[in-house]
């Protein structure tokens, strides 16, 4: 169900009040019996972090009911206002505890890279979000669709990594790995550095979400969508019809 915004009855809110809220609701779902595996990173881009007035992105659980296999067929009803992003996931192979992790180590330390369709979501009414609302609501994460996981590439340079993403068959959206903070290997480690300040180590076996490769595209009742990775392959997702 939407609400109003927070930030309507207290402007003052900030990134660090959307966390403590983030925090509250996190403990509240992991006792109700969700599963944390993994983490995802918002705000990626130099054009969304100047849309919020930051200067670095922000980040939110994900939670094992999030998680969809790739083809998977989702309803309108489950979501508020879900939008899609395109974006490239990985998998640790190894934990890391920062501060002080480097890309390089970031990258050493993931065992498999995929790609993958974020349904981003707000429970702020309208999206009428400012920085605090959206951290709190989770960085406004709903769900991902993973595509088929891959050993990662030392070869490969996924900065330069190309994505084609359509909607009914038809071109909407492009990009490359490098719109992820500039490498998505960097995400990694800024959220193991940002984690480990308040004690908390990015383990093995958990998914990164790196952050979107283009703006997000509203998704709507009878839509399918293609995201089309190269060297990755393609992840798809269809919504139902009403």
Do not use: C
Request: no cysteine; charged share 15%.
């Amino acid at each position: 169900m939407p609400i109003a915004p927070f930030t309507d009855q207290d402007p003052s809110l900030d990134m660090a009040d959307g966390y403590a809220v983030q925090q509250e609701l996190t403990a509240m779902l992991l006792a109700d019996g969700e599963a944390v595996v993994g983490y995802k990173a918002g705000l990626t881009s130099a054009p969304m972090q100047q849309m919020f007035g930051v200067d670095t992105p922000d980040y939110g659980p994900v939670f094992a009911s999030t998680v969809l296999a790739n083809g998977s067929i989702v309803s309108t009803e489950a979501f508020i206002a879900p939008k899609v992003e395109a974006e490239i996931v990985f998998r640790l192979g190894s934990p890391l505890r920062g501060p002080g992790v480097t890309t390089g180590q970031a990258r050493a330390a993931v065992a498999e890279v995929m790609a993958g369709l974020e349904i981003v979501d707000s429970r702020i009414e309208d999206w009428r979000i400012r920085l605090a609302d959206t951290v709190a609501d989770l960085a406004s994460n709903g769900a991902v669709v993973l595509g088929t996981p891959l050993p990662v590439d030392p070869a490969v340079d996924y900065r330069l990594l190309g994505m084609a993403f359509s909607r009914g068959g038809t071109l909407v959206a492009t990009g490359a790995g490098a719109a992820a903070l500039g490498d998505p290997a960097a995400v990694v480690a800024w959220l193991a550095n940002t984690l480990g300040e308040h004690g908390t180590v990015l383990e093995a076996g958990q998914l990164i979400m790196t952050g979107a490769l283009h703006a997000a595209v509203p998704l709507s009742a009878g839509d399918a969508f293609i995201a089309e990775f190269d060297r990755l392959g393609a992840v798809t997702l269809a919504v139902d019809e009403p």
